[in-house]
Each structure stands twice: as C-alpha cells, then as structure tokens.
C-alpha cells in the first residue's frame, strides 16, 4: 500500500512505495517502470503545466483587453480558442499515443506546448495572440491523455489506481487553482507576456524529468488512425461554439449564426454516424452504453461547464467591480483550489464506502448551491458573498473530479487507457468551452443592453459608448481618464450592468450543475464494479 500527498507546489511526494504489475510494453531502461512514485510525480508536473494555463489567462483579461484593445468576444475567444482546439484534438492525440507510445506523445507535446508559450509572450495583436494559444492547444492535446494514460498502465491495481487518480486529480484542481494565483503575481510585478514566458523554464525541466523517469507504453494492437472522425469532430465542435460566442455580436438570426449552428448540428451528427460504422472507430461508441462511464462524462462535464463558467466571470468582478489588483484577485481564488484538492483526496475514500453516486451526486449539488448563492451578488456585495460561493464550488467539485475520473479510466481497458483519457479530458474542456461561449453570451448581451440603458442620458460620445461596451476592462480604464462625476457615472453604470450578466450566467451555470446532479444520481451506478 502507499499514500501520496501533495505540497504547496503542486508536486506529488510518495511517502510509501508502490507496486506495480506491467501491464504493457515499456521502454529499455527507463527508471520509472520501477519507479512508480517518481513517474506520479512527473506526469503530475506535466499536467500542471497545462492546467495552469487554463486559468493564468482569466486573471489577465482586463490587462489584455487595455494592452491589446481586445473585446469581449475577442477575450472569449483568448481563452476559449485554446480550450476549443485542445479539445477537439484530444481524441485523436489520445489514438496516437496508445499507437506511437504516451511518454513520446507527452515529450513532444510539451516541445509544441513551450514554443508556442514563447511565440504568445511576444505578440503584439489580438490575432497574433489567437493563434498561437491555437498552437498551445495543440501541445496540450498532446499532454493531457498522455499523464493519464501513463497513470493507468502503471497503476493496475484498482485500489492504487484510484489513490493515483486521486492525487492526478487534485494536482490538475491544484493547477487550475494556482493559475489566477501566479499569473497575478507575474503580472504585478512583469508584463502580461510574462503569463506565457514563464511555461518555457517549466517545460524545459520537465522534459528532462519525462526522459529519465516515464517509462514508454503503447498498444500493440492499436487500431489505425481515423482522420475523418477528427475532422468532423472539430469541425462541429469549433462551428458550434463560433456561433454561440459571436451570437450576440453578429445577432442570433444572422445568417452567419444560424448557418454556423446548423454546421455544426450536421458536422456533430457526421462523426457519430461515422464512428458508428467505421471499422475502426477513434471513438468506440459501444463504451457510452456503459452508464458508469456516459454518466461519470456527463458529471464531469456539468462540473467543468460551472468551473470555467464561474472562473471567467470571478476574475473580472474582483478585478474590474470589487477593484482588486490581478495579485490580490488571485489571492482570493485560492480556497476554491485548496478546497478541491483537499476534498480530491477524501471523496476517492467515502466513495469506497458509500459509493460513487452518493459522492458524485453530492458534490454536483454543492457545486449547484455554491454558484447559486454567488448569482445572488449585487451592487452593494462584497468579496465575503463571492468567498462563500469558492468555497462551495471547490468543495462540490473535489468530490466529484475523483471519482468520476476513476470510473471512466475503470471502464476501459488499461490497453486503450490513451483513448479513455481523451475522452474525460474531451469532456472536461469540450464543457468548459461551451461554459465559457454560453456564459459569456449571456455576460456580453446583459451587459451590452444595461450598458446602453443606463448611459441614455448620458453625454458621452458614441465613440466612448462603445469602446466602455467592448468589456468592463475597458469601461473602467475610459472612466478613470475620465475622472469627476462623468467617470463615477459611467463606472457605476458599467459595474451594474456588468454584475446583472455575471448573475444571469452564474445561474446557468448552477442550473447545469444541479441537472449534473440528477443524472449522476439516476444513472451512475452505485458501486464500482470490480476491475
């Protein structure tokens, strides 16, 4: 038996040794198949590189949208292009490292990951930026199902297997945590590309970390590539969540919006079909008839929905409405991951006992009421209300990241743990996408009519209208040039306006986490069954 516990720092420390049976085919003399506990730790560090960077953005999207004039669809777009091309790819970097081998797949994974950092710390456009966190989805793709798959093939036994993701999972919750928490640090103290820059230090010593101590595993009987099925399925994810984010720009009956969402329908609707018959699927469909694997994705799915919905919207209210430095707003992020992670440990335990409904189901409303408390804050509200509701929300979503990770990597077999990977990786980022386009949707048209209601009577010039309605960024930087009663006008109209959406997306976002709750509880299996 053993027992892993994780420092300040997001690394794993083994306090006991493990066992471990080889499962599949490893590399000539790599330490890490003896070493199980330092492979932990090093596919832990490779994952929060990642994970990091999932959230180190949202901290900076006010200092982003007044150093690059980026909108409130182009900052949508900052956070959600990277998410929307890393899970689009999931599925098929998933294939290639069962096929190629995961330790492979990782390393250069974390190559394209650190170049693409460096490309976006230098660049001085809105679309330079874009494309290259294009680029550094791509390297995520790469990374993710590798960390978990490599923690499958290692850990066989059921048990340690579980304590393993368990700890996985709280060094990603860790990540995602620390990420407002750094990037807030980086950016008092440096310039916003610093958010970027400090990924290549990272990178470069945990390549090493990968060559010396992951042992190299595949499928020998991996079946052959399926391009097709990737390409239809970024195709309608990425059209699908285009016209959900550009929706209250373009207009929702524009033609553009409505051809994209009918692309996609049928782009969505192509790969399923595809999978179906090909004859050797990316994705075997057969393994959604499982309800202990559709119902933990459809868990873990409502969970990250409500987390990236919540961090998107967190940032900018501490920032931009409660008047917090990036620092400071990072600072008070922490409790979400430190509840997360803390809870990731013991919900894998209670779920033994009680079972993986009970817990999952659990957490999923604690999430639920979490965020629904949060969609109650007002203009007279204060960080004591957006606590309790980080609180909450890191509590539900430790007891539900575990075990419902468990259940689906427990579903597959350990030989195809590259594409089971995908697939709750798919989920999760798939989700918080939509979350992202849909509350921010939501945000931006809220925000866009109480803006223009409450500035009426106003005697600002159409041009200042509009630069304040691009994001409350920019509506705080206008009214402090502004200055006098013109300035406290226009901040106290846009602060309102913009904490009316931050509650309307709030609620959805709650709402897709108690309907989470119901499925998981109708659905998912009491007990694990024995692996």
């Not at 170049?115 to 550094?136: E, I, K, N, Y």
Request: aromatic residues 6%.
């Amino acid at each position: 038996m053993w027992r892993t516990t994780v420092n300040g720092l997001g690394s794993a420390r083994a306090v006991a040794p493990l066992t471990v049976r080889e499962p599949t085919r490893h590399g000539r003399g790599s330490v890490g198949a003896e070493r199980p506990a330092a492979t932990l730790v090093v596919v832990c560090a490779s994952l929060m590189v990642i994970t990091i960077d999932v959230t180190i953005v949202n901290v900076a999207l006010p200092s982003l949208a007044g150093a690059l004039r980026v909108d409130n669809s182009g900052l949508q777009w900052v956070v959600a292009g990277y998410e929307l091309v890393f899970a689009g790819l999931l599925l098929s970097a998933g294939a290639l490292g069962d096929r190629f081998g995961r330790r492979r797949c990782l390393a250069i994974g974390l190559v394209i990951f650190g170049a693409a950092s460096a490309a976006s710390a230098m660049a001085d456009a809105s679309g330079q930026l874009l494309a290259s966190r294009a680029v550094m989805g791509v390297g995520g793709a790469l990374i993710m199902p590798a960390t978990l798959s490599i923690i499958t093939n290692v850990f066989t036994e059921p048990t340690e297997r579980a304590k393993a993701i368990a700890v996985w999972a709280g060094v990603a919750a860790l990540g995602l945590g620390l990420g407002p928490l750094v990037g807030g640090w980086l950016l008092q103290h440096f310039y916003w590309g610093s958010i970027f820059l400090v990924n290549v230090p990272v990178v470069v010593a945990t390549l090493i970390a990968v060559r010396l101590l992951v042992p190299e595993s595949r499928d020998t009987s991996a079946s052959r590539l399926d391009p097709v099925g990737a390409a239809l399925s970024i195709a309608g994810l990425g059209t699908v969540l285009y016209a959900i984010i550009e929706g209250p720009h373009e207009g929702w009956w524009s033609a553009t919006i409505v051809t994209s969402f009918a692309v996609g329908a049928v782009a969505m609707a192509a790969f399923i079909a595809w999978e179906l018959h090909v004859r050797e699927p990316m994705l075997d469909m057969a393994l959604f008839r499982n309800p202990r694997f559709s119902a933990s994705c459809v868990a873990i799915m409502s969970m990250f929905f409500a987390l990236f919905s919540l961090m998107f919207i967190l940032t900018q209210l501490l920032q931009s409405v409660l008047g917090y430095s990036p620092l400071e707003a990072g600072i008070r992020v922490v409790p979400l991951p430190a509840m997360l992670v803390v809870f990731a440990q013991v919900s894998v335990r209670v779920a033994t006992r009680v079972g993986t409904k009970t817990v999952v189901t659990f957490g999923l409303l604690t999430v639920a009421i979490g965020l629904g408390i949060g969609a109650t804050f007002n203009d007279h509200s204060g960080y004591g209300l957006l606590l309790v509701t980080i609180t909450l929300t890191g509590i539900g979503m430790g007891c539900t990241m575990a075990p419902a990770t468990e259940a689906i990597m427990g579903s597959v077999p350990a030989r195809k743990a590259g594409v089971g990977s995908a697939v709750n990786d798919t989920t999760r980022l798939s989700a918080g996408a939509l979350g992202i386009a849909v509350v921010g949707a939501v945000l931006s048209s809220t925000y866009d009519a109480g803006l223009a209601s409450g500035l009426q009577s106003s005697s600002l010039p159409a041009r200042t209208r509009d630069a304040a309605g691009s994001s409350i960024g920019s509506a705080v930087e206008i009214a402090h040039g502004l200055g006098g009663a013109q300035g406290d006008d226009l901040l106290a109209v846009a602060r309102h306006a913009f904490i009316a959406g931050a509650d309307q997306g709030l609620m959805i976002a709650a709402a897709v986490a108690a309907l989470g709750a119901i499925i998981a509880w109708r659905f998912l299996p009491a007990q694990a069954d024995p692996s």
